[in-house]
């Protein structure tokens, strides 16, 4: 509880510095406000990671341009954490996933498919005092990546093709990734893949995964869809037709009380152009060796869609 | 009660062998502890060595080890990691970062603590460098110069658990999976393992210390005297002095 109260301080400083920021900005934009009278204010949360930060300004900043007067309070922390602050208004909207906002709310839900989870989330979060719009089609989930030339040799597309050569494979995910749902049982039930070797490297995908995979000391790895690597190394995700694993649509998460259709229908704008492959960009984009910040990646691309 | 349950995972015969089991962890987390320690040895006691014989460089070299031990182990490896890829090296040159400053540490301070006496005694009846270096100074810091291998070795059983995180395996396996599956059974019986290898290794070294250590030298009686080199004693009365002695 205590740590729970200091992060939540934290984040209100945070807020607090920001707000003054954001609003030297707001009054001197002239696309903001589209001349419409004050329609209310919204604190905008995003979980402690890069693409978080910048799903949170995609969205407060097309809100703040249609007049909103918007607040952040960045890097809020886990679902542990950013659920209660929805629930006690401290904040009212936060960027999630999907199929991980399911499985949080709900341990036992088996859907996987973006339709299946995005039609039982509802049900799951009414009780909550929550509420999302639409999900995105830019996703953010687990994938299974080879190489461009083991995925020829062997013709792999999607997952099921692993089967005829999973005896000679090594997969390198992180630990927990053995136990999971897509993990041994899910590969084996879903698509016959069985017989594999597994390597734990826990850095979630990231370099030392990546230079076993280039180097073939694994065959196959668990990265992340948004990773820029997989574009820079013109790695292949292999499909998912039968979804064993579960979609991880970017999904605005509001609690009840902020949300209303006119407010959801500019974030339904953004969330309508964000594909898998923009996401990827921006995240490439905030990574580069200018460093920009979230407010400045966000604010480039809405203003490519035309969204400001 | 979690003790217990961690204890009975490990008498467990079914989690002996195996893919997963405690031999082969135990195997490879001391092949890496072996491995680590042999190349930190390599080198940190002959620089430790050198710095205490002849007293030069020492300053630098405290600094230079001091900062090495202020290094995160752990943020070095992942730092490497990003140019080599993951491997067995990469590991080992961590845990060598990470154990020669108390080696070097305790063969200089082994050395600096032999009375001058001694020393110029030897030098006075005709010893080269080398005997003295191999005949008086080495056998007379031989508490000291082991007392840092000791420490460096616990120091490396107790940080090889990382070498889990980055594909290899190792008794740290069981505290990441433990962990990762919140299953904290599997990871207290990890913690229990290495803190049973770190003692077992640290009696195993007061042991040999014990053994190799020559009669009449102990840690208490290598007592620390003022560097005098230029500072011209009679060669007559040291040289009583070490045949009396």
New interface residues.
């Given amino acids: 509880m205590p740590q729970h109260m200091k992060r939540r301080i934290i984040a209100g400083i945070a807020a607090l510095g920001l707000t003054a920021s954001l609003a030297a900005c707001a009054s001197g934009d002239p696309l903001g406000g589209n001349g419409s009278a004050d329609l209310g204010s919204l604190t905008i949360g995003s979980q402690g990671f890069a693409e978080s930060d910048i799903l949170a300004q995609l969205y407060g900043q097309a809100l703040a341009a249609k007049g909103y007067k918007i607040d952040y309070a960045p890097s809020i922390g886990s679902r542990e954490t950013f659920i209660p602050a929805l629930q006690d208004g401290s904040i009212d909207l936060i960027p999630d996933y999907a199929g991980n906002l399911l499985y949080g709310a709900d341990p036992k839900a088996t859907a996987t498919s973006t339709v299946d989870v995005m039609a039982a989330l509802p049900a799951v979060l009414e009780p909550l005092g929550l509420v999302v719009s639409d999900a995105a089609q830019a996703e953010d989930s687990d994938a299974l990546v080879v190489t461009k030339e083991f995925a020829a040799a062997n013709k792999l597309e999607s997952i099921g093709d692993l089967k005829p050569i999973a005896k000679d494979i090594t997969i ?1 995910a ?3 990734f053995e ?1 999971r749902s897509y993990g041994r049982s899910g590969l084996e039930k879903i698509y016959g893949v069985t017989g594999w070797k597994f ?5 979630y995908g990231g ?2 995964t990546l ?2 995979l280039l ?1 073939g ?1 694994i065959q196959v790895a668990d990265i992340y869809t948004t990773t820029p690597s997989i574009k820079q190394n013109d790695l292949v995700v292999l499909k998912d037709p039968l979804n064993m694993i579960a979609a991880q649509n970017v999904v605005p998460l509001f609690n009840k009380d902020s949300y209303s259709v006119a407010i959801a229908n500019v974030v339904n704008q953004v969330s309508n152009r964000l594909t898998t492959a923009e996401l990827m960009d921006l995240n490439e984009i905030s990574a580069g060796d200018s460093k920009p910040s979230p407010e400045k990646v966000a604010k480039d691309w809405l203003t490519k869609m035309g969204l400001l | 009660m979690l003790f217990l349950e961690a204890l009975a995972f490990i008498v467990d015969p079914a989690n002996l062998l195996g893919e997963k089991g405690i031999l082969p962890r135990l195997v490879d987390h001391l092949l890496y502890t072996g491995l680590s320690l042999g190349v930190a040895l390599l080198i940190g006691i002959p620089v430790g060595l050198i710095i205490g014989h002849t007293g030069k460089g020492k300053n630098l070299v405290i600094a230079l080890t001091g900062s090495f031990r202020a290094l995160p182990t752990f943020g070095l490896l992942l730092f490497i990691i990003l140019f080599t890829g993951l491997g067995l090296w990469p590991l080992v040159f961590v845990l060598a970062v990470l154990a020669i400053p108390p080696i070097i540490a305790g063969a200089y301070s082994g050395l600096d603590s032999v009375n001058r006496e001694t020393i110029d005694s030897a030098r006075a009846i005709g010893m080269t460098e080398w005997q003295i270096l191999g005949k008086v100074e080495i056998p007379l810091a031989l508490p000291l110069i082991l007392g840092g291998i000791r420490s460096a070795t616990l120091q490396i059983i107790a940080t090889a658990t990382i070498a889990g995180y980055v594909g290899l395996t190792g008794l740290g396996r069981f505290l990441i999976e433990g962990l990762a599956y919140h299953d904290y059974t599997i990871a207290f019986a990890g913690a229990i393992l290495v803190a049973a290898l770190a003692l077992a290794a640290d009696g195993l070294l007061a042991l040999v210390q014990k053994l190799v250590v020559p009669p009449g030298v102990s840690r208490g009686s290598a007592r620390t005297t003022h560097r005098s080199r230029w500072n011209f004693r009679p060669a007559v009365s040291t040289g009583t002095h070490i045949t009396g002695g």
């Fill in positions: 390198g992180n630990t927990e136990g390597k734990a490297i826990d850095d370099p030392g230079s076993d180097k000391n």
